[in-house]
């Protein structure tokens, strides 16, 4: 392997043990470690890449698959999801035993209690990781906001409508 590969490797093992509370707690580093630190992609291949991963069936964190694919091929298509797939499988594997070992003791609800907000913070944080790259103007200002709206206050609405209905809006509005 090559030092990109090794790179790659190092990044989304990082990403995986990080990201407690799902995908969208690491978005802000992994948009730093792969557009500002390693160049691999810029602002709109990142937001692009996170869009397809929100509208592609399965795990939205199939991305890190598309991010290795376009640094280093096949290899690092391969490199990136057992780099960010194992290690998050063998500590919730191990964790998971533990919490069962642990189901009686009182300080399992104070840690349950406790990663809440922390989790809440860290998804918080990746939705401003990606406005950031995607609210670039006043048109996806209000782009955005009728999609808060349509989510915040409308009944049962498939987010994937919202994601095509925004992508058609945007190409017409931001030719």
């Keep these: 392997m090559h ?10 093992s990082l990403l995986s043990i990080l990201a407690v509370g799902g995908g969208t707690a690491i978005l802000p580093e992994m948009h730093k470690l792969t557009v500002d630190e390693h160049a691999w992609l810029t602002d709109d291949q990142f937001r692009d890449i996170y869009s397809l991963g929100q509208i592609a069936p399965g795990p939205n964190m199939l991305m890190v698959v598309v991010i290795g694919y376009h640094v280093d091929g096949y290899l690092g298509a391969a490199i990136a999801f057992f780099s960010f797939f194992l290690p998050a499988c063998l500590l919730t594997f191990v964790t998971a035993r533990v919490w069962d070992y642990f189901r009686a003791s ?6 349950q209690r406790g990663l809440a907000p922390m989790v809440i913070g860290l998804m918080t944080g990746g939705v401003i990781s990606i406005a950031r790259t995607a609210i670039i103007n006043p048109t996806t200002v209000v782009l955005a906001a009728l999609v808060f709206c349509a989510l915040y206050f409308g009944k049962k609405i498939n987010p994937a409508l919202l994601i095509l209905a925004g ?3 945007g190409l017409f509005c931001l030719r």
Aim: proline share 5%.
């Design 167 to 169: 992508g058609i809006l």
């Design 3 to 12: 030092s990109t590969s090794w790179n790659l490797c190092g990044v989304f």
């Design 106 to 111: 009182p300080w399992r609800l104070s840690v």
